[in-house]
């Protein structure tokens, strides 16, 4: 049966009605200003009859690319307000339908009855993510592209700016058009061996080459997937572990590193019984406080589950604080190096010598048995003991309850999270949807590789390498179920 379904729609399969004009306000309350924008055919005529140029000139005479000064009419002929109409005319649209954008004042009132006035025109109030999801079917934006929208919006840092900025530049396209290309190579002399398969001997495709492309698009798939590490602490923060003994003060630190009473602070020993987060920004950089139970010898049980969790999160953490009591420093750091020194082998750790406003005379002389070299060290088993070779974790002394020593603590993570967020790719991922996809095709051209390997038939080789060339094509919105669009863009913002 014939349908008006355009081709960007046969692509994505979603039958949407794209045509109706939309409207939605552009930009959040509480400013002076507002932008009120208005997509589809036959939005700019409509929007003529609610707007009147002070030159006499209607929108519909005006050449894409230009504004025009005038006010907008209410139903009794009264001025709602002056406004300027920006004009933009297909395809050079950010749509890529005709469109027209309102300036008015930030009144809600304005902006409320500018949307009913429209409305009763013959628009519609857009949908979250609409207008995006409107320049996606026109093909104006591939669908790594439409997130990075919503992405640059919700970006808090430089880092998730430029993150975003990159992927709305093309930057995860030009990586799927450079992969696919190459699996469309391998599949085309597969499949063509496959139409002359009763000629048994007949190899269109060299296997040793075809193996060698395999392991080409191994490597650079999974150093892609490698990069969500970092894509995901850029976009949620990069995860760092608050932990010690009981009353060591991680609370408190958590407290002075967010500027909140995040957490309780008590004298009372196992306060803390579960996960406490919170974000802040420190150099540029997210990162993402978890304070965690006190690690000690219990017996009371949900004490014990708060003190696993606190484990697992160490072992979950990119970067960890251990915070110890001054005032007892050596029997904190040897009661507990054996429950930590395992899980902290390959990630950095800062030991926090916390409470020294407490060190007063020969205390705040003494030598606690903790080097301060910088270079990290590594835990090994000696004599039955936890101890450091090649150096041991760099040491910062601090009073969380006063403050002291926090700026150095504040210097020390950002130095730490420059080298961890570090990255030689101008592509990153940091949307989930994308790094599951790339490790459904890694896994069908894996399996590729090794039925290529054990000379099986070139039906069983094409088939994985279609499975891989679908997994990348959704990235981008080539062949993407109907579902995963409604997902993607329900998260938008409405004027987006």
Known sequence: MATNETPQERRSGLLVNQLTPICAPATAPGGALSVVRVSGEGCIALCDTIFHAKNGRTLSDTKGGSVRFGYITSDDGTTLDEVLASVFRAPHSYTGQDSVEFSCHASPYIVAELLRLLCQAGCRTAEPGEFTRR??????????????????????????????????????????????????????????????????????????????????????????????????????????????????????????????????????????????????????TTFRFIDTAGIRDTDDTVERIGIDRALAAVSRAEIVLWVVDATRAESETTALAPRLAPLVQDKPLLLLLNKTDLLTGNKKQETINIATQEDNGEWVMVNGQWSMVNGQWPMVKISAKTGDGIPALQSRLAAIAADLLRSDSDTILTNARHTEAFARALDAIRRARRALADGLSGEFVAQDLALARNALAEIVGRITPTSILHSVFQNFCVGK
């Open 135 to 284: 320049a996606f079917l026109a093909g104006k934006l591939d669908l790594s592209q439409a997130e990075a929208v919503a992405d640059l919006i919700s970006a808090r840092t430089c880092a998730a700016h430029r993150v975003a900025m990159n992927q709305l530049r093309g930057s995860l396209y030009r990586e799927f058009e450079a992969l696919h290309e190459r699996l469309l190579r391998l599949s085309s002399l597969l499949e063509l061996e496959l139409d002359f398969a009763d000629h048994e001997d007949l190899e269109f495709a060299d296997r040793t080459e075809l193996l060698a492309l395999c392991d080409e698009l191994d490597s650079r798939i999974a150093a892609l997937l490698s990069t969500y590490r970092v894509g995901d602490a850029v976009r949620h923060g990069l995860p760092v572990c608050i932990v010690g003994d009981t009353n060591a003060g991680k609370s408190t630190l958590l407290n002075r590193l967010v500027g909140d009473d995040r957490a309780i602070v008590s004298d009372t020993r196992g306060t803390t019984r579960d996960l406490i987060e919170d974000t802040v920004q420190i150099g540029g």
